[in-house]
């Protein structure tokens, strides 16, 4: 999202964001997260305490007078903003075809190992 400033109404905070601005903090489907008092106030979005309990990176370009938010990395900023992981298929342990989906509606514990 490109801004000229970093206040903005409600509606195009979640025009630009997909976060909806509620009494109960910044929601995204069924996740809320609580927002700081003075992150909204009459209306208006202050975009630098919303960006920073959301995790979003925001980076100003003073020669062109603007400002990128970027994506919610999570509202810890060490979590997937969801858990759907994608399709992934190797081969098990004797050579067959294996899709992680085949475990849906499982917990999973995924590990990786890599030599370099």
């Given amino acids: 999202m490109l801004l000229e400033s970093l206040s903005v109404d409600r509606a195009s905070?979640?025009?630009?964001?997909?976060?909806?601005?509620?009494?109960?903090?910044?929601?995204?489907?069924?996740?809320c997260v609580p927002l700081p008092a003075?992150?909204?106030?009459?209306?208006?979005?202050?975009?630098a305490a919303v960006a920073a309990r959301l995790g979003m990176p925001l980076v100003h370009d003073e020669g062109a007078g603007l400002w990128s938010l970027?994506?919610?990395?999570?509202?810890t900023g060490r979590a997937l903003t969801t858990a759907m992981a994608p399709e992934l298929e190797l081969p098990?342990?004797?050579?067959?075809?294996?899709?992680?989906?085949?475990?849906?509606?499982?917990?999973?514990?995924?590990?990786?190992?890599?030599?370099?």
């Fill in 13 to 31: 905070f979640a025009q630009g964001t997909g976060w909806e601005l509620k009494p109960e903090g910044a929601c995204k489907g069924e996740i």
């Fill in 38 to 47: 003075e992150a909204v106030h009459n209306g208006t979005v202050d975009v």
């Fill in 70 to 75: 970027g994506p919610e990395s999570a509202p």
């Fill in 92 to 116: 098990d342990v004797g050579g067959n075809p294996f899709k992680l989906s085949s475990l849906l509606g499982q917990k999973v514990l995924l590990i990786a190992w890599a030599t370099w």
